[in-house]
């Protein structure tokens, strides 16, 4: 990250006490921003004293892409008008951020859906000259978003007990609804939506294996304990050469919750023992609502879309995701600030 950094009318103690918190500042947006190309981030902060007003001014404008975003703060104390600063672009820069995921999210999904439409034709003749390992080989490079789906599902039955850790593998869930794919095309082609037709197949799938283990006397944990961060059942059975596998997601509270509520802890947790803190909590919300807020807010699947695979009215799934949303709020507001000490005071109980 590029930086500029102005003084104006300030004492020469004040300007080297500045330049802490101007340094601090510089080391808190570098990590914020670091998902950008830091050539084509800029800060330019601005610290100014008023001596007729008797007050400290700060101006931090912050460039990044598609988006110039800038706050101020005035106080009589120089270490609070950094702070008032500081607190105000972290906000703007979580609803950039925010704005930014939510279009990328929607546009993945939207392009999933058309690469899909545009596949029907060749798909097609793979199956009427019974070619099935074409057919296969040509949806595989298509399907990571239900990979992505898949894994996360089978994630959350881990965390509630209902699969054990490394049990299914989310690769061989996608192969097999492949195959029901090709096994079933006219089929589905006569219902008219194969993205669809394979969403509802890997659910299905997936509790197949659930009933199974039930019949065999396998019992799911109660939803009130509390799974440890660095618990087994956050390991997945996959294999890295996968055609589907892709970078582990790693959930953010801002990636669930709207543009500008929240802001990275200065005290965070690791990357993975955040994403997981996420997962778990989301593992506590029933089944049904979890998955309609995931899918519309991870996956960018629409009311509509999302209605359709669960067999219910728009309206209800939009209920259901304000209320996983206000949970999840509720949630960041009891973990978010010191999550560590938190965890650290639930498992101790």
Request: cysteine-free; overall charge negative; charged content about 35%.
């Amino acid at each position: 990250m590029q930086h500029h950094v102005i003084y104006r009318d300030i004492s020469p103690a004040d300007k080297k006490l500045a330049e802490n918190y101007v340094a601090k500042i510089i080391e808190r947006f570098e990590k914020l921003t670091n998902k950008f190309d830091p050539d084509l981030v800029h800060l330019r902060i601005v610290v100014e004293g008023l001596e007729k007003k008797k007050f400290y001014f700060v101006q931090l404008t912050l460039s990044v892409p598609q988006g110039v975003l800038s706050a101020r703060g005035e106080h009589k104390r120089l270490k609070t008008a950094f702070k008032i600063a500081r607190e105000r672009l972290e906000k703007e820069l979580a609803r950039h951020l925010s704005e930014l995921r939510g279009e990328h999210v929607y546009k993945r999904h939207q392009r999933y859906i058309q690469e899909m439409a545009k596949a029907l034709p060749e798909l097609a003749v793979d199956k009427q000259a019974d070619l099935k390992e074409r057919f296969m080989d040509r949806l595989r490079p298509l399907l990571r978003d239900l990979y992505r789906i898949a894994r996360r599902e089978i994630l959350f039955h881990q965390l509630t007990g209902e699969l054990p850790p490394e049990y299914l593998d989310p690769g061989d869930v996608v192969d097999e609804a492949i195959l029901w794919a090709y096994e079933n095309y006219d089929q589905i082609v006569a219902m008219g939506d194969l993205a669809h037709a394979l969403h509802k197949k890997i659910l299905e799938i997936i509790k197949r294996e659930i009933n199974k283990l039930k019949e065999e006397g396998h019992e799911a944990i109660p939803v009130e304990e509390t799974v440890p961060l660095d618990d087994v059942r956050y390991k997945l059975k996959e294999m890295p050469e996968s055609p589907y596998f892709f970078e582990e997601e790693r959930l953010r509270w801002e990636d669930v919750l709207p543009a500008g509520e929240v802001t990275e802890p200065e005290e965070a947790l690791s990357a993975e023992e955040l994403n997981n803190l996420i997962m778990r909590e989301l593992s506590r919300v029933p089944e049904e609502k979890r998955q309609a807020f995931v899918w519309h807010v991870l996956d960018g699947l629409s009311f509509a879309e999302i209605a359709k695979l669960q067999g219910r009215d728009e309206e209800s799934v939009r209920q259901d995701i304000e209320e996983v949303r206000e949970y999840i709020r509720q949630r960041w507001q009891a973990l978010g600030a010191k999550p560590k000490e938190i965890e650290e005071e639930v498992e101790a109980k």
